[in-house]
């Protein structure tokens, strides 16, 4: 495994793969280290989570520029990142025991209630974009509800992988109760498979995804998957072009354009179509391009040259299908995995950039004639993670968003995001499960009925 700086192109560090036996013995640790973790109280727990929280936040820039040395994250959002794993630490923290506290039922029995015990050794497969937060979200509940954790990231970002298992063992969470393995594809298939492990969680694409659930489901054993999105976001007739534009660009861009709630598919009322056009092209060509440690940098280098090249390549048949690029659109002529923002017109069905996941700062704008024409567009899609709607009336926004649009996260003159009181997931070809708020900590817990005559 290499991690290779894709701002020039350098290996910055080697890592060897673990053996299969050392990959099952660290399960079989994993297991024996819950069965003691699950003994201890809430406050317990809480405690050590609080600590992992501190050193989030006092190490937070060491963090960033391991993921911008990693993946290219631009220093401030990696900063960023660092913050809001804190806060999903100290939300767990300040909540699960409310959140998986014993319910009363009423019934015929004497007392009957509801309990929510762990389930055991969760195996998390998590993706390079979000090195930090897209473990962190799984972490936190699943610590804090009782369970075990054995990380297997992105080969790409094995520094970070090996500095979050630091991190969480430095703040005192028992060494073998959270590991992380440098594991092949095949390794990790094999692990899925042993009794030593009880569910697994998955954050990455549509292939991934079936083949995980696969796996797992052959064994019967739970899965929590967040797959890839092609989210659209639906400009009225009414928007307000300025702040619709701008909240717009800073989604597409968010991350360099590699975040699976990044919007992706602009489906812009007629009436408003040439103002949007305009304001998104100008707010594009302003973003500053460049290295991720240089300090007012927007958009950094893609985490892979391979992931850029297979974006231009969906670029590039777009066009030859007849989209028409208004900017962008060429591989800068620099070192580094670079790509520039890139606004794609007049896409129809059967195009890439209209059916597809383009994961980098491409945006596709397609023009509609009225209301029921945009819904009909966000939905001819096989994924379904997240959508917006932007409209100066804003309850009818909130009512195509809560009532029309197929996806997990639907939000009103504002772009998808997660947050740690809200549950974050998709429905479709964007997977299944819930991940944060009250949902997330119960989908790795036995939901137990207890029943007393």
């Not at 991720?292 to 390549?313: I, K």
Request: proline letters at 4%.
């Amino acid at each position: 495994m290499k991690s290779i700086n894709p701002a020039t192109g350098e290996i910055i560090a080697s890592y060897a793969n673990m053996n299969s036996p050392e990959i099952a013995t660290i399960a079989q640790q994993a297991n024996e280290a819950q069965q003691k973790w699950r003994k201890r109280s809430f406050d317990e727990r809480a405690t050590l989570l609080r600590k992992v929280a501190d050193l989030l936040e006092s190490n937070k820039e060491e963090y960033a520029e391991l993921m911008a040395y990693e993946m290219g994250k631009p220093l401030s959002q990696g900063i960023s990142e660092s913050e809001k794993c804190a806060w999903v630490c100290n939300y767990y923290a300040n909540h699960a025991a409310t959140f998986l506290e014993n319910e009363l039922i009423e019934s015929d029995a004497d007392k009957s209630y509801i309990t929510y015990n762990p389930l055991g050794t969760v195996l998390a497969i998590m993706p390079w974009n979000f090195p930090f937060w897209q473990l962190f979200r799984f972490a936190a509940p699943a610590l804090m509800a009782g369970n075990a954790a054995i990380l297997k990231h992105a080969s790409n970002v094995s520094g970070c992988a090996l500095a979050i298992e630091e991190l969480l063992h430095d703040a005192g969470i028992p060494e073998s109760l959270f590991r992380t393995i440098l594991a092949d594809r095949d390794q990790v298939k094999s692990l899925i498979q042993t009794e030593h492990i009880s569910a697994v969680t998955l954050t990455g694409s549509t292939r991934a995804g079936m083949s995980v659930a696969s796996t797992a489901g052959n064994k019967i054993k739970k899965t929590v998957l967040e797959l890839g999105g092609s989210d659209p976001y639906l400009v009225l007739a009414d928007a307000d072009i300025e702040k619709t534009a701008e909240t717009c660009v800073t989604s597409r861009l968010i991350n360099s354009g590699q975040s699976c709630i990044a919007a992706k598919r602009f489906i812009v009322v007629e009436d408003n179509y040439d103002p949007f056009l305009e304001k998104i092209t100008e707010l594009m060509k302003e973003k500053r391009i460049g290295d991720p440690f240089e300090e007012g940098t927007d958009v950094g280098p893609m985490a892979r040259e391979d992931l850029r090249d297979e974006l231009h390549d969906q670029v590039k048949k777009s066009i030859e299908a007849g989209a028409k690029c208004v900017l962008g659109g060429e591989i800068p002529a620099r070192k580094g995995s670079y790509y520039p923002p890139t606004i794609l017109t007049e896409v129809t069905e059967d195009m890439p950039a209209y059916e597809e996941e383009l994961f980098g700062p491409v945006a596709s704008v397609i023009k509609v004639k009225d209301e029921e024409e945009a819904i009909r567009i966000a939905n001819d899609s096989d994924f379904g993670l997240g959508a917006a709607v932007f409209s100066r009336d804003a309850d009818r926004a909130e009512r195509i968003a809560a009532e029309e649009l197929e996806a997990g996260c639907c939000f009103v003159n504002a772009f998808v995001k997660s947050d740690p009181r809200l549950p974050f997931g998709g429905i479709k070809q964007s997977g299944y499960g819930r991940e944060l708020s009250h949902l997330g900590i119960k989908e790795f817990v036995n939901i137990k009925t207890v029943y007393r005559a």
